[in-house]
């Protein structure tokens, strides 16, 4: 569920950064030379007794550093001057002090060496009921990668561990399969609040206090979040964006049940609770103008969350492995930069609002030069009875379509002010519905998800 997979743009780019003096790479150095010293004064008194140069015995004695191999893994390049504020930010948390806990932490990164990023930052360091929480940076001049790590016992366990792409807000939980805290750490000086539920798409968000530069959320919570800095608003959207659902091992696969798992996955990351149902599902052909890779028969089940306008509503692609990729922005608004689709096997889904008339619309998600989005097919969902649709834009027909088995799909430009007209076998008009849809930018169930860096 980021960054990865929200806009990927910066508005504020950084050429050539030189990462500022590291106080808390000093604070590393000075645990090296503490623990460097108390086995050198142990090693040197025994050595005493046995008559053993002290100096030639500790080249021979010493741990080699590092039980993995040096990873070398350059990580990624940081362009984004607000991912170098965080990387350069003091340490926040209960240990952030801790002079043992910096010990430790330093001999658990040196057991996992990697010479192309040789500086080390420790971001977060938080003591929650037993379990140390870590955020480290490894960085060079240009290149980054976060990771995180959750111990008991001060590094006698790992309970879990996570590498994360540098960004201005980073979000973990630390790795813990089994359920834990979630971190929301922004750079300094920035805001993190909270929204309360709401009850359907659209309806205003009221927003709590900003609570610090950070915030860790307590197992289970999983709110929608904003981030405020210097008096703009940063960020928001869902404390962890869903890019897909979790792993499917069955035997007989059920794209209904698919969806609706992951209807309520996505509906809960906005913190809604409406009662999913299968409003639709059959096969249909795909593959207007600029809308996909290949023209095809696909299988696509829709579920909604009620009556009424305004209820979420999902799209389901069905493809060969049951876990969904998240179409948030139009194909054509995709840029380079966007990352592309490593599992084309995967299903896909879209997002929408319902109008709360006899014809539903929403689009159908797909695949684009290899990157997930929207596209021009618009599924049209019709009342019993109709047997074709047309599309006009400004009283003009832009596509007409014959319904199949209660549905339609016609290609409609994106983000263009849409009325779709449903007709009876006596030309008679049995339905129609205005589209409704952010024009560009990444949305879910119609919210637009802020990305403003």
Sequence with gaps: M?????????????????????PYGRLMRRAHRRRFGRIASALAAVLAMLGIGAAAALVAVLPTVGTRPDSRDPGHVVTSDWAWRLIN??????????????????RYLSRRPNSALPQTRILFAEDVD???????????????????????????????????????????????????PTL??????????????????????????PAGDWLLLPAGEAPVIRVGCEGTIRQQGPVAIVHEAAPRQVSTPDPA???????????????????????WSGEVTLGGPSTMDNRE????????????????????????????????????????????????????VSTAVTGGGAVEL?????????????????????PSGAVRVEASEAGAVVGRAGVVDGAAVVSVRMGSPTTVLAYGPD?????????????????????LLITNW
């Design 2 to 22: 980021s960054t990865e997979q929200l806009q990927r743009g910066f508005a504020d780019l950084a050429g050539d950064v030189v990462p500022m003096d590291d």
């Design 89 to 106: 930010s003091p340490a926040r948390g209960n240990l952030a002090d801790d002079d043992d806990f910096a010990d430790r932490l330093d």
């Design 130 to 180: 037993g379990l140390q929480l870590a955020v480290v940076a490894r960085y060079s001049a240009t290149n980054a990668v976060v990771e995180s790590v959750s111990t008991s016992n001060n590094f006698g366990n790992t309970t879990g561990e996570e590498q994360l792409r540098p960004a201005p807000t980073i979000v973990t939980g630390f790795g813990i399969v089994s359920g834990g």
């Design 184 to 209: 929301v750490l922004t750079p300094p000086g920035c805001g993190v609040s909270t929204s309360a539920p709401i009850a359907k798409p659209g309806v205003a968000r009221v927003w709590s206090a």
């Design 257 to 279: 049940g698919y969806a609706v798992a992951d209807f309520e996955q996505l509906t809960r990351a906005l913190q809604l609770s409406p009662e999913p149902s299968v409003a």
């Design 297 to 348: 028969t696909r299988t696509l089940v829709v579920v909604r969350g009620g009556r009424g306008a305004g209820q979420p509503l999902l799209c389901y692609l069905a493809g060969p492995e049951p876990n969904a990729w998240v179409a948030r922005e139009f194909t054509k608004n995709l840029s380079r930069s966007d990352p592309v689709d490593r599992s084309p096997d995967f299903s896909l």
């Design 362 to 382: 929403i689009r159908v998600p797909g695949r684009h030069e290899g990157r997930v989005g929207l596209t021009e097919d618009l599924l049209v969902l019709v």
């Design 427 to 447: 030309d008679a008009e049995v339905g129609l519905a205005d589209l409704v849809e952010p024009a560009r930018g990444e949305r879910l169930f119609n919210e």
